[in-house]
């Protein structure tokens, strides 16, 4: 998936309804952290302190359950358990699991940032994983699987930007469309993405598993918040027709 992230920040400078202009330090800041604890923890394979063979999978399994969400614990009102639903937004469980989420929060959480504001962003960004972790475990309270990753902090992200640039563009790859990029409004692209979770998760058996809930529950929080925060979405429609200059591959 790409974006027009250059294209859009400047048009939407020139119609004056971004707040505050300046690098996504936030964002950037969230990938960089997620990115260091990946690659410090022994799930990367890159920390050889962790050792190898049974030595290094065991030091995996105990470092899921020391930082991630377990519903059972968590719902137990165990003391150790409380801080995972903040804990596990940091933790990913493969590489493919840190760069896909890495890649939506760069796409789409530039562009939140500037209009939200450094601060309510990061607060935004970090209640609404942990609720939505946390909603997750409510409906699968007896579940001793270990719950990890920033995909419903992500997903409100991806929310709130429904409601702040409905009518920003981004280039996406359908598989069902033979993976052509193609541009499309964002809420199009959106509303699509949680179409397919909101199915998955209502197909989902219950238990562990891809927690398809969670993007369900942080996407509607994240939009919702937006939508009482902001009354008027950003009117970055009116970029010009070289706006195609500013997208990016990931």
């Known amino acids: 998936m790409l974006n027009s992230w250059d294209a859009a920040r400047s048009a939407a400078r020139r119609t ?11 964002t950037h800041g969230l990938i960089g952290l997620c990115a260091l604890v990946f690659v410090l923890g022994p799930v990367s394979g890159l920390n050889t302190a ?3 063979g049974e030595r290094l999978s065991a030091a995996q399994a105990e470092y899921f359950e020391r930082w991630g969400v377990i519903p059972a614990e968590l719902l137990s009102a165990s003391p150790r358990a409380a801080p995972t639903p903040f804990t596990a937004l940091f933790v990913h469980g493969s590489w493919l699991h840190l760069l896909g989420n890495m890649l939506f929060l760069y796409v789409f959480g530039t562009m939140a940032e500037e209009r939200m504001g450094r601060v309510r962003y990061l607060v935004f960004y970090l209640c609404c994983g942990a609720l939505a972790l946390l909603g997750y475990a409510i409906a699968n309270a007896e579940s001793s699987q270990t719950l990890v990753g920033a995909s419903g902090a992500i ?3 991806l929310g709130a930007f429904l409601r702040l640039f409905p009518r920003a563009r981004v280039t996406s790859l359908f598989p069902f469309l033979f993976f052509l990029p193609l541009r499309f409004p964002a809420w199009v692209v959106l509303l699509f993405w949680f179409a397919v979770q909101w199915l998955a998760a209502r197909s989902a058996p219950s238990g562990p598993g891809v927690a398809y809930l969670a993007h369900v529950i942080g996407f509607t929080l994240g939009f919702v918040l937006a939508w009482g925060c902001f009354r008027r979405p950003a009117r970055v429609s009116s970029a010009p027709a070289t706006a195609t200059e500013g997208d990016s591959k990931p």
Do not use: E, H, Q
Request: net charge positive; charged share 20%; proline share 18%.
């Open 16 to 26: 004056g309804r971004m707040p505050r202009p300046g690098d996504p330090v936030v």
């Open 50 to 52: 962790y050792g190898t």
């Open 155 to 157: 997903s409100a992200v």
